[in-house]
């Protein structure tokens, strides 16, 4: 018996022959009804499937919440964070709380959310958190029409874009559609169009990369219209794009020519995304190298690309670990945490943080040691 979301997919798949993978992963994630995000009961943490930096420690979000107070101290407007994908809100509550303790407060936290079942969970979780913050939150569920001042944090988010998937056979791309045959998916591949072909120009970004015959990979054509947005949204102030991911020699790897796309279920992961669909999460890395070709088309200039534990650390986050009030079973966990996220062989240095600022000019707090620019 095929579940809602599958007969939906089959449907969809039948009145158009095929679809771009980039749609299957669309539907499978957000559809609204049935989709991953959008229906789950349980995402994160230990009883779900995942669990991000923010969930894992709070030491994550009162570092980040040091740089919203360092463009506070220097620019003299009203500022306010944004936070795309909000999650559980364990961000959005770990940085107004230090935020409070240090007298900062931004004048509005705007959480960018798809899914009706999170932005309940956020709200939920914010009343039991921060009860006297709850009003300085506003929810929204499209860039438009927003504009402002300060902190923009996306942790997590854009991996969770669907993605296209592409081929390298005799030289020539072709892209991945799925189609449907009796009772199970197929894989098509298909020339890749025109368009395509100079997107992948753009993500290698100058790069010398050679793709053997069979490679495949990945390539998102929606962080054009995500970036461009964001130039809009954003008067003056940084960004901070949180997320695993590589430069573009690391991403086309030779040996990486599986791609990277990854499932996760019950913690763990696999590499089918036509299995539990619409019950498991499907993400794909990051390529911050073609992040950053899109920028050079924006008012939005890179100020950094550095990986996770060195953009933790210039926001301090070993000082606020020392400064913290703990016995010694709290101070042990508490560590325990800090390693997921900052040591070299788990978080720390998989996932990187790509520092972007608009019409600012003082120094950043997340960018003063160890930035990598020059490997985008
Ligand atoms: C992997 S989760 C990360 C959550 C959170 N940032 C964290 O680090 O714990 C991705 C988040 O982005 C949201 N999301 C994905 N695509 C979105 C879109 N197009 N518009 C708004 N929210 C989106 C999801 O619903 C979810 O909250």
Redesign the pocket.
Known sequence: MKSPIELYLADRINSQNEIPFSEFMEISL?HKDYGY?TSKKQI?GKNGDFI????NSSLFGESISNEFINLKLNIDKDLNIM??????A??AIDLLKNLKIKKCLPSKYII????DS?IKLQKDNIKKSIPDLYCLFEWS?SLEDTSMDGLIIA???F???PTERFKVIDNNIECLFIGIDGDSYKHVWNSAPPNFIKELELAKNNHEIYFKNHYISEINLHYKKWLKSLDKVLNSGVIFLIDYGYNSKEYFLEDRNEGTLVCVHNHQPNFDPMMNIGEQ?L?SFVNFSHLNNICLSTKLDIAGYLIQSNFLINLGILDLFQSKKMSENEKLDELNRLKNILLPNTMGEIFKVLVMKKNIDIPLLSTKEFNHIHKL
Do not use: C
């Open positions: 957000y995000y994160f991000t930096s923010p969930i936070e795309m994908g909000g999650g559980d364990s961000l960018l959310e798809i899914s999170l569920n942790n997590e988010f991996d969770a874009l999460d993400s």
